[in-house]
């Protein structure tokens, strides 16, 4: 049995972190316990120093033009809605949500509009940083690739093209848990396009660099680009995604203008950036349907959601549960098998741990499982992603009873579902 006692002093500040490998999704359901206050039990707890929640996401209203006082004229910003009226469908806002438009007065006879957008959080470029050349997860892969291709089937539904879309565009939405579309300052309505130079160097499609081109060269283009160039871009972001490099110098070469498929097959064949026991082909397929030099030839947004390779089930690496917040946060090696087979002692522990974690916000659930999958495991659900964002700070790197605790979060509507990732140390 495990004194009350012992468990006093076991959470250590100043901890390193361990890396944690790979992740396997298996179903489970646990049950929450609750038991007597035990504030005493914790020692050495940093103060927590946390501002408000970030806000819900709203839904926008449809594409809107917003003009803003700028030395160029203006720039415009297109929105998407949250529930679409294609076939398609989409599942929750993909694209920023404007809450406002007001007016700063920097000068008396400088008027700026500014636009008041949704608090986002980590870009697909810094997700391409902290993945060390490795490439992401095929998780992390298909969970953006989607999410993108809703948000572009919506758009082009609606006759409107993104026309810069790039890592940095791209941006992960914590109370959404879904990846959103951002600076829509250079859309175009289909059909009349008002903007000569598209895209940025790297994500740019063959017709628009021809068309910047001509812009240049003070010539006018016989056609104008299409949403097309939207997949194209979206197709260089996943093979950079696959691959962990940045492709800029790749596609601009004689090599990639003369076979860009035997390029994109050696990048998939390449035993640096792929594990063998994971089915990449599909991917592969996906994004060279994306990436045709002939524009009519390029997939619609609305038929590549429907690629096969929406239908694997893959899990996240523990990695992706860490750079990608929610409002769960999962907390791993605090209890073992003499906590959870001590009723009165699982009972005091968990009310402590829930305790703890108020601190940083209003707790909704908190589950620890005494089976697996998750045996062990603490899950806390939060209000909102703000709260658990700065309890995943404080906590991460922490010991208890020796051991190093792992903080991360966990996918809301996973927890939801009762559908719990066996994690392997």
């Not at 998780?139 to 758009?155: G, N």
């Not at 565009?169 to 008002?194: M, P, R, V």
């Not at 812009?215 to 056609?223: E, F, I, K, Y």
């Not at 003499?338 to 829930?354: C, G, S």
Request: charged share 20%; with cysteine.
């Amino acid at each position: 049995m495990i004194g009350s006692s012992s468990i006093s002093g076991f959470w250590d500040s100043g901890a390193p972190r361990i890396p944690v490998s790979w992740l396997f999704e298996i179903p489970g359901v646990g049950e929450a316990a609750a038991g007597p206050s035990l504030r005493s039990r914790w020692s050495g707890w940093r103060g927590c120093d946390r501002g408000p929640g970030r806000p819900a996401s709203g839904v926008a209203s449809a594409p809107v033009s917003v003009p803003l006082a700028h030395t160029d004229g203006g720039i415009r910003l297109c929105l998407g809605r949250g529930a679409a009226a294609f076939s398609g469908g989409l599942r929750t806002a993909v694209a920023v949500t404007l809450y406002g438009v007001f007016t700063i007065h920097f000068s008396p006879n400088v008027p700026s509009r500014c636009l008041l957008l949704e608090l986002l959080d980590v870009s697909v470029s810094e997700l391409l940083l902290y993945s060390s050349h490795q490439g992401c997860s095929m998780w992390m892969i298909q969970h953006c690739a989607r999410d993108v291709l809703e948000a572009l089937a919506f758009l082009h539904h609606e006759g409107y093209v993104h026309a810069d879309l790039k890592p940095r565009n791209i941006l992960w939405s914590a109370e959404n848990e879904c990846f959103k579309l951002i600076d829509f300052g250079l859309s175009f309505k289909e059909g009349n396009q008002d903007v000569k130079y598209i895209q940025t160097d790297g994500y740019r499609a063959p017709e628009a660099e021809l068309q910047n081109c001509l812009a240049q060269a003070g010539l006018q283009s016989d056609t104008e680009c299409t949403s097309a160039v939207d997949l194209w871009s979206l197709g260089i972001i996943l093979l950079e995604m696959f691959s962990g490099m940045k492709l800029k110098h790749t596609v601009r070469s004689q090599e990639w203008k003369a076979n860009s498929s035997a390029i994109i097959d050696h990048i998939f064949a390449s035993k640096a950036v792929v594990n063998a026991a994971i089915p990449a082909y599909h991917l592969r397929d996906l994004i060279k349907s994306m990436l045709h030099d002939d524009p009519s030839r390029r997939i619609p947004a609305e038929m590549a959601l429907c690629s096969p390779f929406f239908s694997i089930p893959f899990a996240p690496h523990i990695e992706d549960l860490v750079m990608l917040p929610t409002p769960v946060l999962r907390l791993l090696n605090v209890l073992d098998d003499d906590y959870l087979e001590n009723e009165e002692e699982y009972e005091d522990v968990v009310e402590d741990v829930k305790e703890e974690c108020q601190k940083y916000g209003p707790v909704v659930s908190l589950l620890v499982p005494k089976e697996n999958p998750g045996r062990g495991q603490v899950f806390v659900e939060y209000a909102n992603a703000g709260d658990s964002k700065a309890a995943q700070k404080l906590l991460t790197g922490r010991m208890f009873d020796g051991k190093f605790v792992v903080a991360t979060f966990y996918p809301l509507s996973a927890y939801k579902r009762g559908y719990l990732y066996q994690t392997l140390l």
